[in-house]
């Protein structure tokens, strides 16, 4: 990282706020000190505390100043309408997942005719940031209301409970706008290892999915039905960035505070089983996994967050690759890579995989497989 | 000579100073017309005979774009028989006046004032009735406040005016968000009152028909003071640029609203394709491997060159949202002014000064003496520090460039039906 020229700092004192040298390190430039500086004092005069506010600026500015990621700093992260909690040892929402999550949410409330039941389930949750998103967009634009199930499912206990915060966030606010078109609805966030083979019998016997993991009771309550045998949509995002890259090319902030578990893969013997394949690198077994998940659910749409238009194409070879061994399998008839503005429409871009031409969507880097099976 | 040998001089000074707190002055350049001219006239009746042939088709059949038209012109009849009641009424009492009994002349000299007001008044409310109504006017609106070029002094008053008028739509009810408020706060640098050194705001005032209030306050406003950085004790003059754009209330979409802006025709329709969107992109791998909090946007509408910058939430989905909607706003204010300006030089006969457009000074506040002054509708306050919170003052001095602004709509509409008059008689010849 280059250094910063001291006539910076006595600027950012100077034209910004004596607090602003302090942010500066990790903001590197004056116009984001000056907005993460406001955003703090923001939050600090919306959330009361018998702390006098100066203090409290003072207290976040230094923590921020450390490095620790803003969303942690300040505990919350806008994502679409909803604002997302975010804690250590949970990885926080981007927003190129917020960009694809929308377009996906208005994909599906484009289709015609409308469908009369949705459902849903997200592997390697997080926050709950992808179901919830989509449960809101999709409740605010679908032309009328059906009713929807929404599972997500985490390795991590933290990452579940935090998604059940959040669920309860967004439950809030729903509630104010959409009122008892909510009720129709059943979102249950599952901690559970999707490599684990009983996963698939969880999804379809939520009974045992209760007494096996510690729900709460109110989580059970929302737990009415299996979830819809017809899968409409399965998004992942699962992490996917190589040991050597963490090492390397990841920000200091994420390496340092974000939870290694949701960047980069473990290596696993069951996992490195099933992608003996060559096309396939090691940090790529997330996607095997989710495949063979799609093999057995086999949903209408399937998205998969990638780290990058390398490893989109090797997925998309990979898929491919497969479906041409095992024709009976493979159940997507569209396959497409989205960059991280999908919205921004198909400007013709297409790309020779295995002989098959594959649509790219959207400006900027590579960021998610979509698969489709219209 | 007075009877005492000696008076202190300054109490005879205090007793001469009459302590005025409020006080207004009406030099108004104003010339509303005092008499109907017969262009408008004939207008009016065209119209009123259109109103009631289309009352009587509807007491026929129910056509609800004949209601809708009929409901428009309502207002002109209705004005209209007001306007010819007054008149028959004045002609009576004029009839009055010539007769024998002095008794009955003197009861109708004292009718007389009151009836030609009267008259005055449904002829003002008939012009009114008569100027098309702002296209805008019943739409919600933003008002985007921006110090002009110098110092931090005119920051400081853009604050000032940020401020009054979200204190003005506080006392009147009306509901506000703030969408962008851009300051640079060194925490040693703050205005007499408070005031930060403001680079851009934005508020949006939600209620229905806020342009049609707000619209007269776009332009220069200057400020003339002496600022708290100076310390020689001399008068500052800097301008703040206050912009009035339409806004749509955001469930707007119904397809007889101005707002529809997925109608191509409607003055907020703008191609996808022509804009051109510029984010802060992280450099690298982006995604997971990044965790950047920079949520700007940029949006440049390319053919006209249009752009706008948002960087005020930390959500850039949030951010784009509101650029759109500002760049929607600006274009259709850009384009309407565009319009008017086609029209008025079709006219080419009134010089339209009260075109208020980005460049012309409108109103000035002077610390010193204590006085807000429009230079429209020439109205000058004396009450500064009410118009500074938003109270009674400000609303009068609004109200006032509103009539302003009606009367010279008025006179548009006059030379228009005048140049339509002199053309139709040409081509008899």
């Known amino acids: 990282m280059p250094r910063l020229p001291p006539s910076l700092f006595w600027r950012a004192r100077k034209d910004i706020s004596p607090f602003a040298p302090v942010l500066l390190p990790v903001c590197r430039d004056l116009t984001s000190t000056a907005n993460e500086l406001r955003w703090i004092r923001e939050h600090v005069r919306d959330t009361p505390s018998p702390v006098p506010d100066q203090l409290r600026v003072w207290d976040l500015v230094e923590k921020r100043g450390k490095g620790v990621p803003l969303q942690y700093v300040l505990g919350n992260q806008p994502f679409g309408d909803l604002d997302i909690r975010c804690r250590p040892g949970v990885l926080i929402p981007r927003p190129e997942t917020e960009s694809y999550t929308l377009q996906l949410a208005s994909l599906l409330a484009r289709d015609r005719p409308p469908p009369s039941s949705l459902s849903i389930l997200d592997l390697c949750t997080g926050t709950g940031c992808i179901p919830l998103l989509l449960l809101h967009a999709l409740l605010r634009t679908l032309p009328r209301p059906v009713p929807i199930t929404v599972r997500g499912v985490d390795i991590c206990p933290h990452a579940v409970q935090l998604a059940r915060e959040n669920l309860r966030r967004a439950r809030a606010r729903l509630s104010s706008t959409a009122g008892d078109l909510e009720g129709a609805c059943s979102v249950a ?82 996992a490195a089983a099933e992608s003996s394949d060559s096309t396939l690198e090691p940090h790529d077994v997330f996607y095997a996994r989710a495949l063979a998940i799609a093999d057995a659910l ?11 238009l390398d490893q989109a194409l090797r997925v998309v070879r990979f898929f491919l690759r497969r479906r041409r061994r095992r024709p009976a399998e493979g159940l997507f008839k569209t396959v497409e890579v989205w960059r991280d503005e999908p919205a921004a429409g198909d400007r013709g871009e297409r790309m020779a995989v295995e002989g098959t031409e594959v649509t790219v969507r959207g400006e900027g880097l590579g960021r998610a497989v979509y698969f489709s099976v219209f | 000579m007075l009877a005492a040998p000696w008076v202190c001089q300054r109490c005879v000074r205090s007793l001469g100073r009459i302590r005025v707190s409020q006080f ?183 209620e229905p028909g806020a342009y049609g209030l707000f619209r007269g306050e776009a332009g220069m406003h200057r400020v003339q003071r002496v600022p708290a950085t100076e310390t020689k004790g001399r008068t500052h003059t800097s301008a703040v640029a206050v912009w009035v754009l339409p806004s749509f209330s955001e469930n707007a979409g119904s397809s007889e609203s101005e707002a529809d802006w997925d109608n191509p025709e409607s003055d907020f329709y703008i191609d996808p394709a022509e804009v051109r969107t510029e984010t802060m992109r992280a450099r690298g791998a982006g995604g997971q491997h990044v965790n950047k909090t920079e949520s700007a946007i940029r949006l440049t509408h390319v053919p006209t060159g249009i752009t706008v910058s948002m960087q005020d939430s930390r959500s850039q989905h949030r951010n784009r949202d509101m650029a759109w909607r500002l760049l929607r706003s600006r274009l259709a204010q850009q384009r309407r002014e565009a319009r008017e300006e086609q029209v008025r030089q079709l006219r080419n006969s009134v010089l339209a000064t009260h075109q208020i457009t980005r460049g012309d000074k409108i109103r000035t506040y002077q610390y010193q003496q204590d006085r807000c002054t429009d230079h429209r509708c020439g109205l000058d306050t004396h009450n500064l520090p009410d118009v500074l919170r938003g109270g009674e003052t400000l609303d009068r001095v609004m109200e006032s460039v509103r009539t302003w602004l009606v009367n010279k709509d008025i006179e548009a509409v006059l030379a228009d039906e005048e140049a339509a008059a002199a053309a139709a008689a040409k081509q008899t010849k």
């Open chain 2, 24 to 206: 207004i002055r009406r030099a108004s350049t104003d010339s509303a017309p005092r008499t109907l001219p017969p262009a408008l006239l004939e207008r009016a009746r065209r119209l009123t005979a259109e109103h009631d042939q289309l009352r009587a088709a509807l007491e026929n059949d129910f056509d609800p774009k004949k209601a809708k038209r009929a409901g428009e012109l309502g207002r002109i009849a209705e004005a209209l028989k007001q306007f010819e009641k007054a008149k028959t009424a004045l002609g009576e009492l004029q009839a009055l006046l010539e007769s024998d009994d002095a008794e009955m002349r003197e009861l109708a000299r004292d009718d007389l004032e009151a009836t030609e007001a009267q008259l005055d008044e449904s002829s003002r409310n008939l012009s009114v009735a008569l100027t098309p109504k702002h296209p805008f006017a019943d739409m919600p609106c933003l008002l985007e406040i921006r110090p002009g070029p110098g110092g931090t002094e005119g920051r400081f008053f853009a604050d000032t005016l940020f401020k009054m008028y979200k204190l003005y739509c506080a006392n009147k009810g009306y509901r506000t968000r703030v969408v962008q408020y851009e300051a640079s706060d060194s925490d040693c640098q703050t205005g007499d009152e408070g005031e930060v050194a403001l680079q851009e705001a934005v508020l949006e005032v939600q």
């Open chain 1, 189 to 270: 966030f599952l901690q559970h290892d999707i490599f684990d083979p009983s996963l698939l019998r969880l999804l379809a016997n939520p009974e045992e999915a209760i007494t096996t993991t510690t729900t709460t009771a109110a989580a059970a309550a929302t737990l009415p039905q299996p979830l819809n045998p017809g899968l409409d949509l399965l998004t992942i995002n699962p992490p996917y960035i190589s040991p050597r890259a963490f090492a390397r090319s990841t920000a200091r902030a994420v390496r340092n505070h974000e939870p290694r578990l949701a960047l980069v893969p473990e290596p696993l013997a069951a």
């Open chain 1, 298 to 308: 086999r949903p209408k749409r399937m998205l998969m967050e990638v780290g990058g």
